[in-house]
């Protein structure tokens, strides 16, 4: 899927949500109508897929290009609007469950699951026009003040195993990590330093875990791993 280049209709249902506005990256384009995010490293605005972004918090009620430093943007959230569907394995229907997350394929396409950790929340789903369009509510309160819980797996080689793909990082993210095969010459305890935090979401966040036995590097621990990222 792809980002649009142009306005495109908002779609919203009802009365008019909550608006504010919110400083944009700089030199980046925003087209109205589209799903926004802010950036974990810094809150700047961007499209909804940009690496780095955290979940959808509304649509852009105005189009920005090239945005210049300070620059903000128009944005309208605790709304429902239409959204595109997605294709097959990702669309929803009308069995899908009133109220389960919606995922940002693009900024202005939604899928009913995240494409194995890679995609982030926009909203949640409220049920499918008669054309085919997904009705979302997409509200800051709903997804960024949610608690969120990230899971997968890794396996050790030489007791590192750096993890980037798909994960969001931020200033207080807490990880948990258990060992669940044992291969090598495998630690006693895992460890993900300060040092080896890189906050930002998708693309841009990642975590390095250590393996350690008795306090000293495990290096030939090739072992596999279970963790859970909160907050």
Known sequence: MANVSNEIEPGGIGQDGRRFHVPCKTATNIYAGTMVAQQVSDGLLVAATSAGAGPAIGIAAQTVLAATAGQRCLVETDRIFLRANGLTTDAFSDASLIGSPAYALDDHTVADNDNS???QQCGTFQGMEAD????VKISPDSVVGALTVQAGRGTFAAGVRAIAAGITVTATSRVIASRVTEAGTDGDEIRVPDADRVVGGPGTGSLTFRSFLSGVAATSD??????????
């Open 117 to 119: 950790g890679t995609l």
């Open 132 to 135: 085919g369009q997904v009705r």
């Open 222 to 231: 090739t072992s596999t791993f279970d963790y859970v990222i909160v907050g």
